[in-house]
């Protein structure tokens, strides 16, 4: 079944390279229109996710990352229109020159071909993967959790039905709907067809990924995010930066952990902050110098600082200076989403070269990480690697590019 899956995914790709940017911008258009015209169908095999959800005792970020509702819908479709109006990079042409064995020689950007995304309970991440591939010519096999099934299959079936609606071969989309995870191991070894694999979700299903896969890996998605609030922030507008970075939505990965305090502002600014977080039912847990401050902070444990919490949990601490902030920085973060409050130019500049991350904020919150934010309409992964991707990725991310030289019947001496 999954060889099948995979053949049928790569004769797809072949078709889909050659698709121009007006027939993919039209199957794209079916696509948000299929949506659309579809969402009560939708949302009631969402349901049927949430309910079982529920039963099987899921956390309330995993069942916030499994819900669809009509808005939700709504969003995903304007991001469907915004990777519609982004330009095609595919069949661009960069570096053309003219050698002196009298060959000219130029890149062109191109497909990478099949992509393999295994992923949990996100199931808009089934509409931002198939958007994002279609547009720069490559297929994709998903995987997504048991968890949402049910969404996935839905919606895998209304996107077919739009590629078919245009004339499109529906196997550049395709969803492995056996939950069974002997399927993800032997995914991972059809190297033959599949070019690239993205795992997003859990430390686990990354380290699973990378042991065992014979194609190449981008990882990422897993966010220990930190914001360092500076000895001269504004702290009025810090409070407001922090409460959305943590607040706004806690279950995601770019969502606020661990917030960094100047130990000079640390007894006027703890308080605050407390109050502030407190208001929208967020629990700090500190170390003993910010205890020491305000007696409302728990304590936290050895491991508090190397937790992603998705939830409305926040560790804190009491630093010396920028310098400290970033060695704790460099000691804890996953590299995927870093800041620093700051009205001093110096500090920021530091924090921006020291900071090795993959986006690195002066003054805003951590929750911009993301593709749509970023202007790319939606995202595949955020890769918190260094190679072939970085950050979130969008169109130009699935793709590579191929040398092509022209010569006048040229031979070489």
């Known amino acids: 079944m999954l060889k099948h899956i995979a053949e049928s995914a790569q004769l797809a790709s072949f078709e889909l390279m050659q698709a121009s940017t007006i027939e ?13 015209s579809n969402k009560e ?3 009631s095999a969402n349901s049927l996710d949430m309910n079982a959800g529920k039963t099987n005792g899921l956390t309330e970020s995993l069942l916030d990352r499994l819900l669809l509702t009509s808005q939700r819908l709504d969003l995903i479709c304007e991001d469907l229109e915004t990777v519609i109006k982004l330009d095609d990079p595919v069949g661009s042409e960069f570096d053309g020159k003219q050698l002196e064995n009298g060959l000219f020689l130029k890149k062109r950007t191109v497909p990478l071909g ?10 808009n991440v089934t509409i931002d993967i198939a958007s994002l591939t279609l547009k720069t010519g490559n297929a994709c096999i ?10 996935n299959i839905t919606l895998v079936k209304i996107i077919k039905q739009a590629l078919k609606s245009v004339g499109f071969n529906e196997n550049c989309v395709q969803l492995i709907e056996d939950p069974d995870r002997n399927l993800v191991l032997e995914l991972l070894k059809m190297d033959k067809y599949i070019d690239m694999i993205i795992p997003r979700g859990g430390q686990k299903l990354q380290n699973i990924c990378i042991e065992n896969s014979t194609i ?13 609030v500076d000895n001269n922030a504004n702290i009025d507008k810090a409070l407001d930066v922090i409460e959305n970075a943590k607040v706004q939505r806690p279950s995601v990965c770019n969502a606020l952990d661990t917030l960094l305090i100047h130990k000079k502002i640390a007894k006027d600014f703890i308080p605050k902050l407390v109050a502030r977080l407190t208001q929208n039912d967020v629990f700090i847990k500190g170390c003993h110098q910010s205890i020491d401050v305000d007696n409302r902070i728990a304590p936290i444990d050895i491991d508090g600082y190397d937790t992603e919490w998705l939830s409305l949990t926040l560790g804190i601490k009491v630093v010396e200076d920028v310098n400290e902030a970033i060695l704790h920085i460099r000691a804890h973060s996953t ?12 500090n920021a500049d530091l924090f921006v070269m020291a900071v090795n991350s993959a986006a690195v904020y002066v003054n ?6 993301d593709g749509s934010q970023f202007g790319l309409g939606a995202e595949v992964a955020v890769s918190t690697q260094k190679l072939h991707a970085r950050g979130p990725m969008g169109l130009e991310a699935l793709t590579t590019y191929k040398w092509i030289g022209q010569g006048d019947n040229l031979i070489r001496n």
């Open 335 to 346: 590299s995927h989403s870093d800041g620093i409050l700051t009205q001093n130019i110096s």
């Open 24 to 36: 993919k911008n039209n199957a794209l258009k079916a696509i948000k229109n299929h949506i659309l």
């Open 216 to 228: 190449p890996v981008i990882t990422g998605g897993i966010g220990i995010c930190h914001l360092f």
């Open 114 to 123: 099949v992509i393999g995304v295994i992923y949990e309970a996100r199931p």
């Open 41 to 43: 169908i939708i949302l």
């Open 364 to 369: 805003a919150s951590t929750r911009f990480s």
């Open 142 to 151: 998903l995987r997504g959790g048991k968890e949402t099934l049910n969404s």
